[in-house]
């Protein structure tokens, strides 16, 4: 049975990270390609970050490069979301998703790629 988890949002100060999973099963990494988005409280959900299924290639929102890095562990059928230098527009309900096939610059941020959902991590910075 498929099921997409995700796990480690938590209350944290400004300045302070984070390590974000998302385990996933009935689905591999190898064919499947991961995003995390977010949703603010009356905000549209994002794209944060994606890593491609054919070569681990990852991508990133502008607002935060060089703060988050995602990462995947085949093995273990899980992706991370290593969140540094937290700040407090990055308070948001985090997702993970999974969309068949490698992931492009032009798509991996567009929801309506992905094909399943996990239900959420709630992340919260405060100063």
């Known amino acids: 049975q498929l099921q997409i988890v995700e796990s480690g949002g938590d209350l944290v100060r400004t300045g302070g990270s984070l390590r974000l999973s998302c385990a996933v099963s009935?689905?591999?990494?190898?064919?499947?390609?991961i995003g995390w988005f977010r949703q603010a409280p009356g905000k549209e959900r994002e794209g944060i970050s994606c890593i491609s299924s054919t070569d681990g290639s990852t991508y990133y929102r502008e607002s935060v490069k060089g703060r988050f890095t995602i990462s995947r562990d085949i093995a273990k059928n899980t992706v991370f979301l290593q969140m540094n230098s937290l700040k407090l527009e990055d308070t948001a309900v985090y997702y993970c998703?999974?969309?068949?096939?490698?992931?492009?610059?032009?798509?991996?941020?567009?929801?309506?790629?992905?094909?399943?959902w996990g239900r959420g991590t709630q992340v919260t910075v405060s100063s």
């Open positions: 998703a999974a969309d068949l096939g490698g992931a492009s610059t032009t798509g991996w941020d567009v929801m309506y790629e992905y094909e399943y």
């Open positions: 009935g689905i591999t990494l190898d064919r499947y390609s």
